[in-house]
């Protein structure tokens, strides 16, 4: 896929921005090994490049900048993130591609999973990256921001991301906008959450940021 159809089909996504050109390039190398990968190991249902890109890419880079429109993500600060599930890399790359300050962690227990988003990072040449191949449980970490989305068994899944995210942190949750509810009852009190951000172009998806009681919002 040529850069510039790539760049329109991210714009809904991020309304009045211009994407970098070494962005874009990554991005299009990342589609490229993707795709090569999803026609022999199933690495998602989705196999049109198009949808790849609005569906994978477009969505993980809206909660990139619902993130950094929140303060979250400051060019100047760095920040650990941690993507639990992270499957292909989705949200967990686009962010970090987004907001390269991050330091980011992909948490996929499947190890063909693992060895491709290890080799999604040496193509891409990702910096202040890695991969955990193991349980989300098992990890015995902490970090700032811990991003989970698409993941099977989604409500068990829940306290285990929000357990890993450090004092003052945030979780960021993209789930279908029936979900919100249920993740308010398991969390709150302990947790307070913004006001869900509809995703561009999707059919109820939305982006769900919450934080610790004692980071003001």
Not at 60 to 88: E, M, N, Q
Not at 173 to 198: M, N, T, Y
């Amino acid at each position: 896929m040529e850069a510039d159809q790539i760049r329109e089909l991210l714009a809904p996504f991020l309304p009045g921005e211009q994407l970098p050109d070494p962005l874009i390039g990554r991005l299009r190398t990342y589609l490229d090994l993707f795709c090569r990968w999803n026609a022999r190991t199933n690495l998602t249902a989705v196999r049109d490049p198009e949808q790849i890109v609005t569906r994978h890419f477009g969505e993980s880079l809206f909660a990139a900048k619902v993130l950094r429109d929140y303060g979250i993500l400051r060019s100047s600060s760095p920040v650990t993130l941690a993507d639990v599930g992270s499957g292909a890399g989705f949200p967990g790359i686009p962010i970090k591609l987004f907001a390269p300050q991050v330091q980011l962690t992909l948490i996929e227990s499947q190890n063909k999973k693992a060895t491709f988003l290890r080799e999604v990072l040496r193509a891409l040449d990702i910096q202040n990256a890695e991969v955990y191949c193991g349980r989300a449980e098992s990890w015995n970490q902490s970090t700032g921001i811990v991003t989970m989305r698409a993941v099977e068994k989604f409500s068990s899944a829940l306290p285990v991301a929000s357990a890993l995210v450090a004092a003052a942190g945030t979780l960021c949750l993209l789930v279908g906008g029936s979900q919100v509810g249920s993740i308010r009852q398991a969390l709150e009190p302990e947790w307070q959450f913004r006001q869900a951000q509809d995703v561009p172009l999707s059919h109820g998806r939305v982006v769900v940021v919450g934080n610790h009681m004692d980071m003001a919002i």
